[in-house]
């Protein structure tokens, strides 16, 4: 939380690798918007295998679900807007009537709520997974929408990976980036050295045994570890057993 800071921007981009926090940044914010009544959408990706799991306790002991799980910024620009739709029906009228009432207490009462309802926080996460056949042309339409809906007063944080494991960016994250008022890069720390500033995942191939036999896993690793061949998964079996902190393989 420290790295995000509380003066107000309206597009926010928080990048990193896997283990670097991101979400549970997201899930302070989302915690934070509802404990002050703030009008929040959340969402993530239809290809997060975690998206089910993932809720949050709010302040009454409820678990807060995200909202939508979308694959494009086409459909989260659809949402925000028919969200926005009816408030500022609402707003117009309300304007209206105080040109002809301007002295009424009720009005602008009603106006302030209207107001508020407007500052919505949007919460993306998993971007990286949006847009990924979607051609540039189209994707700078919906990046120009975004930045049409943030002046009316709703602030976009967006959440993604930066990297992939091969160390090719996301084009949608690269994109967002562009827009934003500010850019976040989070870091891991090294599974292998454990040392801070791991930025992108190694990836380990088939791991078999008692860890989900079959599967490929990704670990954050430091510049050194990343190119380090001797860093293998046997190599990290023995550092997990001589740590004895990690009780099996978790994918994070
Ligand atoms: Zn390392």
New binding site residues.
């Given amino acids: 939380m420290s790295d995000i800071k509380l003066k107000r921007k309206s597009i926010r981009v928080v990048t990193g690798p896997m283990a670097s926090g991101k979400t549970k940044v997201f899930e302070n914010l989302l915690n934070r918007a509802y404990i002050a009544n703030q009008p929040v959408l959340s969402f993530t990706s239809t290809k997060d295998s975690d998206a089910k799991r993932r809720t949050i306790k709010s302040r009454d002991g409820d678990y807060v679900p995200i909202d939508y799980e979308i694959d494009s910024l086409d459909h989260l620009i659809k949402h925000v807007e028919d969200y926005l739709r009816p408030i500022e029906k609402e707003y117009t009228q309300l304007t209206a009537e105080l040109i002809t009432n301007p002295k009424s207490k009720k009005l602008k009462t009603k106006l302030s709520v209207v107001k508020r309802k407007m500052n919505l926080v949007v919460l993306a996460d998993e971007v990286q997974f949006y847009d990924q056949g979607t051609e540039y042309l189209t994707i700078r339409k919906y990046l120009k929408k975004i930045i049409e809906i943030s002046l009316k007063g709703p602030q976009f944080i967006f959440f993604g990976l930066n990297l992939t494991h091969e160390l090719y960016v996301y084009k949608i994250v690269c994109l967002l980036a562009g827009i934003s008022d500010e850019f976040i890069i989070r870091t891991a720390l ?6 801070e500033g ?1 930025k992108y995942s190694k990836k380990i191939k088939d791991v078999v045994g008692s860890y989900d036999a079959g599967k490929d896993k990704y670990f954050p ?6 190119y380090n061949p001797k ?1 293998d998964f046997p190599f990290l079996q023995k550092r997990w057993k001589k740590t004895k902190k990690r009780k099996k393989c978790k994918v994070i």
């Fill in positions: 090294c599974e292998w050295c454990g040392k791991a690793a430091c510049d050194k570890c990343y860093m």
